[in-house]
């Protein structure tokens, strides 16, 4: 399997402008978790999904952001519109449901926001 | 709700040494995991090991091992030998073993391995 695949690993915009992050999956993983890192709040948790449901998304800063996750492989995180305190890292990670023990991440996106 | 404190900003230790990273949670739950993860310069987060809270006994994976103490909700991880490719920020994480449960991060450990 070629793990949790992220696109793109590296976004830089102006502030204002729309940005799309995309995760793809491991295949047969039905929990997927967005998290956000920077140094001075560390590893946050966005929003997570369960069988494409939205479980609990009471990590999403703000109304400029939303997660969608349409299909089994496939979640995008949008911010619109945004700003120079989004620039971050974006992680995405999935996990076995039943199995539920560790997640699995990848090697996540750099947003940086001019 | 779960809390993971990591109370280790930063650490270094010498090629070769030993050093132990500390983490303890908060949880009223009784069955979850517990993770450490390893991120490299390269951003990648990987698991380093993990602890099952069912387990008296202490994971081991080669040259990292755990010091559980449930009683103390206390998961601290030791590194022997430690190598240069052993220098990373390190996160403990926990999880219950509720099916779809979310992934709880501490605030991260920086460890330098000195030559």
């Known amino acids: 399997d070629a793990g949790v695949i992220q696109s793109p690993r590296h976004e830089v915009t102006e502030m204002g402008q729309e940005v799309t992050l995309r995760c793809k999956p491991i295949?047969?993983?039905?929990?997927l978790f967005w998290y956000r890192q920077t140094m001075m709040r560390g590893l946050e948790l966005l929003i997570y999904?369960?069988?494409?449901?939205?479980?609990?998304d009471s990590g999403m800063p703000e109304d400029r952001f939303s997660a969608k996750m349409p299909n089994a492989s496939f979640s995008t995180l949008k911010i619109q519109p945004s700003e120079p305190r989004d620039s971050a890292v974006y992680f995405c990670?999935?996990?076995?449901?039943?199995?539920?023990?560790?997640?699995?991440f990848g090697q996540g996106t750099r947003l940086t926001v001019v | 709700a779960q809390t993971v404190t990591q109370s280790q900003p930063e650490m270094s230790v010498q090629e070769a040494e030993t050093v132990t990273l500390s983490c303890t949670y908060d949880?009223?739950?009784?069955?979850?995991?517990l993770f450490w993860y390893k991120q490299p310069p390269s951003r990648q987060m990987i698991l380093v090991i993990r602890?099952?809270?069912?387990?008296?006994q202490n994971a081991t994976e080669n040259r990292f091992s755990v010091n559980f103490q449930k009683a103390a909700k206390s998961f601290s991880l030791k590194i022997s030998d430690s190598q240069l490719g052993d220098t990373a920020m390190y996160f403990c994480?926990?999880?219950?073993?509720?099916?779809?449960?979310?992934?709880?991060f501490g605030e991260g450990t920086q460890l330098t391995v000195n030559p």
């Open positions: 949880t009223s739950e009784s069955n979850y995991y």
């Open positions: 602890q099952e809270a069912y387990k008296q």
């Open positions: 295949s047969g993983h039905n929990s």
């Open positions: 999904f369960n069988n494409n449901v939205p479980i609990d």
């Open positions: 994480a926990f999880r219950i073993t509720t099916s779809g449960s979310r992934l709880t």
């Open positions: 990670a999935s996990s076995h449901r039943r199995i539920n023990t560790e997640a699995f």
